[in-house]
């Protein structure tokens, strides 16, 4: 057994010190922009309205990663909006006002971008009252759409304010008609799927940033998707899911036992913050294979369960890649 152990280790240093060594040429946020590109294309040739908007990575939207530098027009047109985490509140962690430099940093790209005609969504990591209406104020002052999470893990429905920021009882058919939305991934609390579609169906958020997992092994259907779409003044609202495309996560259906120890040629090291997770060598054919363009892909799932669009993370892998 030690010498079965000890074999998976050596396997396991061999493969990533090969990896270390053979990270292409290329021009990483070009990669990024065309992946997004075609899970956009794939999606819309199922789903025609299907929304698409990347969290984090702004740069993406300039051909040279700069606020001012020419559009990258191709990728633009493929994006419904744009998500920006830690804007107001949380770059330097929970709570604490985001830098003014950085801030006015990512303000360059936000304002561009929503002069192009995208939405942007904006999630302030803040608990303390003050604070959180503070986000919500800027953020309606800039005319971004926002949510202020009171727990990084976005694991609960928020109990301030009351009623909710930008309330409204209107229909909500788009992007672009959204007041507000809710952020939750982490369902954990919730004793049953039952239970947790209940709670936010009780909801007035225009818009729903959801899994598409209730847990480990239970996926959302179609039914319970579309028990999600309306809200409870009876207007219609948005649901979209979650899809990290940047990082692998042990947790996901589609991990196979001992990656670990010999992993596939586009996984790479382990995110040492946030434990299951991998960085990926997003541009390899294999991998994207495992986000979209067939029957058995991550996208497909999601279009399935009848999301109105996906809400890409680790968008900013590219970042990574450049640095290293």
Avoid at 95 to 109: C, D, M, N, S, V
Avoid at 211 to 223: A, G, H, I, M, P
Avoid at 257 to 283: C, I, Q
Wanted: hydrophobic share 35%; proline share 5%; aromatic share 16%.
């Amino acid at each position: 057994m030690k010498y079965i152990r000890f074999v998976f280790c050596l396997l396991f240093v061999v493969n990533l010190s090969c990896k270390k060594n053979d990270i292409p040429d290329l021009d990483f946020r070009q990669e990024m922009r065309r992946f997004i590109e075609n899970i956009s294309g794939y999606a819309r040739t199922i789903s025609p309205d299907f929304i698409v908007i990347p969290q984090n990575g702004q740069e993406l939207i300039t051909l040279n990663g700069e606020s001012s530098g020419p559009l990258a027009s191709n990728y633009l047109q493929t994006i419904n909006g744009q998500g920006r985490e830690d804007l107001f509140y949380g770059y330097n962690g929970d709570g604490i006002p985001t830098p003014a430099e950085e801030r006015l940093y990512i303000e360059g790209f936000l304002d561009r971008i929503k002069t192009e005609g995208k939405a942007i969504l904006v999630t302030d990591y803040c608990s303390d009252h003050p604070d959180m209406l503070d986000s919500y104020l800027q953020n309606r002052e800039k005319g971004f759409i926002s949510f202020s999470a009171d727990h990084r893990d976005l694991d609960h429905i928020p109990a301030y304010p009351a009623p909710i920021f930008n309330d409204n009882n209107d229909k909500i058919f788009s992007l672009e008609q959204a007041k507000n939305f809710l952020y939750m991934l982490n369902p954990g609390m919730f004793a049953t799927k039952y239970h947790f579609l209940d709670s936010l169906i009780t909801t007035n958020y225009d818009i729903l940033i959801i899994d598409l997992f209730f847990d480990k092994d239970t996926q959302l259907s179609l039914e319970d998707v579309s028990s999600l779409k309306t809200k409870s003044t009876g207007g219609n609202r948005l649901v979209i899911c979650y899809l990290s495309i940047g990082e692998a996560e042990n947790y996901r259906y589609y991990w196979q036992p001992g990656w670990e120890f010999a992993s596939p040629v586009w996984l790479d090291k382990a995110n040492p913050n946030w434990p299951g997770n991998y960085k990926v060598r997003y541009w390899d054919s294999q991998w994207q294979a495992i986000i979209y363009g067939n029957d058995n892909s991550y996208m497909k799932r999601i279009i399935d369960a009848g999301f109105d669009g996906v809400y890409l993370d680790i968008v900013d892998a590219f970042e990574y890649y450049s640095e290293n």
